[in-house]
């Protein structure tokens, strides 16, 4: 499907920044692991997922913020105005309050502006997104409302929605800004969403033999789609289609992390291990490295167990943070991540309770 409706340009959009972290833009300090959970964690995850399955649904993409800092809403308005995007979607994440403390209020909603020199195609892609997301979380469905001056809305000039994906100050709801499913699935079903806009069929995934080889000096969509899914897995890097020396550098250490043959070359091997999920998951221990370890961490430490550096290298403080998650949740405390652990871990939301 890559490149199947390049005509349809999508641009992605996260609020705020996280390096540093936008000030006022977290949660109440989380307890257990005495941190907060600042927005852009979430925004920024959600929006790398939301790009890479635009892509795989066959659309061109325009990463609006690729910065890891706060960047200015007069320059990314610029930027999206000069793009001539069909649409661009933004990544938030709404807060109640003094935002020092948690209350109950709770849910996601999609906004749009009045504003917009397209309102009416802007309402409607709303709907579609608030309607696609509500196939992929279980998260209570506020619906769609307006929100205007907001540059990102109002002064871009191509249709735009705006999602905010739950509230930082729900303590259940802040939890789940660092759990990765929660963030794909506010991704996917944003794409779904954008699909049903534009009566393109939504494309769930893609087979690896699809998609061609390719290493540094390469410059096509390809290269493109395989930055954006080294993003998801947590690279920082540009999504601008060349491969070049800090995408051949990420490849390494992707392929070295997840035990593939780290020559710098993206063929069927490093393709496969980026699009596919082994299920059950593997069975994982101190000393493991790669994909399944990043994602376990972010998965306790979303349950407010401490792992240190989300690194992907299953060291001892991963190992005591699964050894608490098994004593609290009834399983061996033997640090090994296997099937049980596995099952209980992987759910979306849960973990530790508000004291």
Same mark, same amino acid.
């Given at each position: 499907?890559?490149?199947?409706?390049?005509?349809?340009?999508?641009?992605?959009n996260d609020?705020? $920044?996280?390096?540093?972290?936008t000030?006022?833009k977290?949660?109440? *300090?989380?307890?257990?692991i005495?941190?907060?959970?600042?927005?852009?964690?979430?925004?920024?995850?959600?929006?790398?997922?939301?790009?890479?399955?635009?892509?795989?649904?066959?659309?061109?993409?325009?990463?609006?913020?690729?910065?890891?800092?706060?960047?200015?809403?007069?320059?990314?308005?610029?930027?999206v105005?000069?793009?001539? %995007?069909?649409?661009?979607?933004?990544?938030?994440?709404?807060a109640?309050?003094s935002?020092?403390?948690f !209350?109950? #209020?709770?849910?996601?909603?999609?906004?749009?502006?009045?504003?917009?020199?397209?309102?009416?195609?802007?309402?409607?892609?709303?709907?579609?997104?608030?309607?696609?997301?509500?196939?992929? /979380? =279980?998260? +209570?469905?506020?619906? /769609?409302?307006? #929100?205007n001056?907001? $540059?990102m809305l109002?002064?871009?000039?191509?249709?735009?929605? #705006?999602?905010?994906?739950?509230?930082?100050?729900?303590?259940?709801?802040a939890?789940?800004?660092?759990?990765?499913?929660?963030a +794909?699935? *506010?991704?996917?079903?944003?794409?779904?969403?954008?699909?049903?806009?534009?009566?393109?069929?939504?494309?769930?995934?893609?087979?690896?033999?699809? #998609?061609?080889?390719?290493? +540094?000096?390469?410059?096509?969509?390809?290269?493109?789609y395989?930055?954006?899914?080294?993003?998801?897995?947590?690279? !920082?890097?540009?999504?601008? &289609?060349?491969?070049? =020396?800090?995408?051949? !550098?990420?490849?390494?250490?992707?392929?070295?992390n997840?035990?593939?043959?780290?020559? &710098? @070359?993206?063929?069927?091997? =490093?393709?496969?291990?980026?699009?596919?999920?082994? !299920?059950?998951?593997?069975? %994982?221990?101190?000393?493991?490295?790669? +994909?399944?370890?990043?994602?376990?961490?972010?998965?306790?430490l979303?349950?407010?167990?401490? /792992?240190?550096?989300?690194?992907?290298?299953? &060291?001892?403080?991963?190992?005591?943070?699964? @050894?608490?998650?098994?004593?609290e949740? $009834?399983?061996?405390?033997?640090?090994?991540?296997?099937?049980? =652990?596995?099952?209980?871990?992987?759910?979306?939301?849960?973990?530790?309770?508000?004291?």
């Open positions: 499907m890559i490149g199947t409706y390049n005509y349809y340009y999508i641009g992605g609020e705020h $920044g996280v390096n540093p972290p000030l006022g977290r949660t109440p *300090i989380m307890p257990y005495d941190r907060p959970f600042y927005e852009n964690e979430f925004n920024r995850q959600a929006k790398n997922f939301f790009l890479a399955a635009c892509m795989r649904c066959g659309f061109s993409v325009y990463d609006v913020k690729p910065e890891l800092t706060d960047t200015s809403v007069s320059i990314r308005v610029a930027r105005n000069a793009q001539n %995007l069909t649409l661009v979607v933004t990544f938030a994440y709404n109640y309050g935002g020092t403390t !209350n109950s #209020l709770n849910g996601f909603q999609v906004l749009y502006s009045k504003q917009n020199i397209k309102p009416t195609a802007s309402r409607l892609l709303s709907f579609d997104i608030s309607s696609g997301i509500a196939q992929t /979380v =279980t998260a +209570k469905n506020l619906g /769609v409302n307006t #929100l001056d907001v $540059g109002s002064s871009v000039n191509c249709t735009a929605s #705006l999602i905010e994906s739950g509230y930082m100050t729900n303590f259940e709801e939890k789940k800004m660092l759990d990765p499913d929660y +794909k699935a *506010i991704g996917e079903g944003a794409t779904i969403g954008v699909c049903n806009y534009l009566g393109v069929k939504y494309v769930s995934d893609i087979s690896a033999s699809s #998609l061609l080889t390719v290493k +540094k000096g390469s410059y096509n969509m390809y290269v493109k395989l930055q954006l899914l080294l993003n998801t897995c947590g690279y !920082n890097i540009d999504a601008d &289609g060349a491969f070049g =020396t800090q995408t051949e !550098n990420a490849v390494i250490n992707y392929q070295k997840n035990g593939l043959v780290a020559d &710098g @070359i993206v063929g069927q091997n =490093t393709w496969k291990s980026l699009l596919e999920w082994s !299920n059950p998951l593997p069975v %994982l221990r101190k000393g493991s490295t790669g +994909k399944y370890v990043r994602y376990m961490q972010l998965k306790l979303s349950k407010l167990y401490n /792992v240190g550096t989300i690194d992907g290298d299953f &060291g001892t403080v991963s190992e005591n943070a699964v @050894i608490e998650f098994q004593k949740n $009834g399983l061996a405390a033997d640090g090994i991540v296997g099937p049980m =652990t596995w099952a209980k871990l992987s759910q979306i939301g849960g973990g530790r309770p508000l004291p």
